[in-house]
């Protein structure tokens, strides 16, 4: 009869398991285009349904190396998603939300800055 991958993971000694999360968490953490929709299981007809496009050219935007934000926004969102571009400085991090539409960049409405100048982290 098959184990359950649960009950092996708990035979594993604790150091094991913590090292075995943190690589998972890692891996999680980056994803190619492809194994991010794998993940959603979501097949690349569904996508290329949604996007109107051919399943080939599904494959295509997968393997490419450089895309549109726009294009990328609308995969993202046939599986499931939602893009958010954030631009990140050693002492500080901004949501930047001139690539969907938005007005204001917090979700409240308030501006990039607090009243005390700081920028708010993402």
Do not use: C
Not at 24 to 34: F, H, P, R, S
Not at 46 to 51: D, F, P, Q
Not at 62 to 89: P, W
Not at 94 to 105: C, M, S, T, Y
């Amino acid at each position: 009869m098959a184990k359950k991958f649960k009950d092996l993971v708990a035979k594993m000694p604790v150091e094991h398991q913590r090292r075995a999360k943190k690589r998972t968490a890692i891996m999680l953490a980056e994803m190619a285009l492809q194994d991010l929709r794998k993940a959603q299981n979501v097949t690349q007809e569904a996508v290329a349904n949604a996007l109107a496009i051919r399943q080939a050219s599904v494959s295509e935007l997968e393997r490419r190396e450089d895309t549109h934000l726009s294009t990328l926004r609308k995969y993202i969102e046939a599986i499931g998603g939602q893009l958010d571009v954030v631009a990140r400085f050693p002492d500080f991090s901004v949501r930047l939300n001139q690539f969907d539409g938005e007005k204001a960049n917090n979700r409240d409405g308030s501006k990039y800055l607090t009243d005390s100048g700081a920028h708010p982290e993402f």
